[in-house]
């Protein structure tokens, strides 16, 4: 039985440790300096809790001694403390974050590290670069990459059509710091919000628009290799408008804190959500321009006998399985390792990663 610490008891943090103590090959602890947060883990007996500053090296440290693996699911100011206290320790390191300048700092701390290093193991980044890096295995050259994810509520009711599926720190985040994108064959920085774009899915109309760190490690992968490469959230039409007056017109973009405040305190938080992943590649294959398109949804649904979101689901199934695949000698053991060096199929075949399969509420919603 491999010893687990789960850095963060929000609500991926729990479900992670919810779906690893429940295979019985893991021994879970999850870490928090929030006693609140770690009382409501919904994970019984099973997972051990331990009320610890992450903030504190020393203290970080010495809780990590005897651990095969952290998994942070810590906000992503976090990352590079926890990252640099696993590589002192030996520890594999895995993550979820979306943050682009944190994901540097742990490819840096891999370069010497006695362990693996797997940032972004989440949805996107995360699963969305592994559907990715398959789709494009299939073409001879490449033209365009383009990668749309979306974790909305089934029953939008409020003027900007979202509830609050998941860390407050990381929407605001990825809809104010730069974005990575490959325009006509050059690795570029594109503003958030911009690029506006609408589409369907199954009757439904989506909008999309950029967003910061979906694309993972994919840019400098793929450099080189594609012409057009972006990556763009997925939401219902109106949304971007009214997240643009906010952030601009009121600069609260320079006022994170504020918005934060004011998005938790009038979306409220719903388990009743749906995740989408659409991703459409095209390029050459046997001398034609072909395009191939990945589409998905996920649904809220239960697990271990608690309602887990979507974005729950999803995000824990992630990471959980990267967790797996490293256990059982399918990922580089030492250093830095991206999602697209995933197989797809290793990744849906694992326990975990079955939550990416059909399921039967997305059928009766077709």
């Known amino acids: 039985m491999k010893k687990i610490m789960v850095a963060g008891a929000g609500k991926i943090g729990s479900a992670i440790a919810a779906l690893l103590s429940a295979t019985g090959d893991y021994s879970v602890t999850v870490a928090d300096a929030s006693p609140a947060a770690l009382a409501g883990i919904k994970s019984g007996p099973r997972v051990q809790r331990l009320a610890l500053d992450i903030t504190d090296p020393a203290a970080l440290r010495a809780a990590l001694q005897g651990q095969y693996a952290v998994l942070s699911a810590a906000p992503f100011h976090l990352t590079t403390p926890i990252a640099e206290a696993a590589v002192a320790q030996g520890v594999h390191y895995l993550d979820l974050t979306e943050d682009v300048a944190s994901t540097r700092r742990v490819k840096e701390l891999a370069a010497d590290a006695r362990s693996a290093l797997v ?20 073409f001879d050259s490449l033209h365009s ?11 939008p009711s409020n003027a900007l059509n979202y509830n609050l599926t998941w860390s407050t720190d990381g929407v605001i985040n990825e809809y104010c710091e730069p974005c990575e994108a490959i325009v006509e064959g050059v690795l570029r920085q594109v503003p958030p919000l911009a690029e506006h774009e609408e589409f369907s899915l199954d009757g439904v109309t989506y909008e999309a628009f950029n967003t910061s760190g979906g694309l993972g490690t994919l840019c400098e992968t793929l450099q080189g290799k594609v012409t057009h490469l972006n ?18 017109d009121l600069r609260l973009r320079e006022r994170r804190h504020v918005l934060k405040d004011l998005l938790e305190n009038a979306l409220p938080v719903t388990l009743q959500d749906v995740v989408i992943v659409f991703v459409t590649v095209s390029g050459q294959r046997d001398g034609r321009l072909m395009q191939e398109t990945y589409a998905h949804k996920v649904y809220s649904q ?36 991206r999602q697209e060096e995933i197989a797809l199929g290793d990744f849906l075949a694992n326990r975990f990663g079955r939550a990416y399969a059909e399921h039967p509420a997305e059928r009766a919603a077709a």
């Open 145 to 155: 990459v383009r990668m749309r994810v979306g974790a909305l509520p089934r029953f």
């Open 119 to 138: 940032p972004q193991c989440g949805l996107a980044p995360g699963f969305v670069s592994i559907v990715a890096a398959d789709l494009c295995r299939r």
């Open 231 to 248: 990556y763009k959230t997925i939401r219902y039409p109106g949304h971007a408008a009214i997240m643009k007056v906010l952030l601009n």
């Open 302 to 337: 239960a697990v271990d006998g608690v309602l887990r979101s979507a974005i729950q689901i999803t995000t824990a199934a992630g990471i959980c399985t990267v967790l797996d695949l490293l256990a059982a000698g399918k990922l580089p053991a030492r250093g830095f390792v």
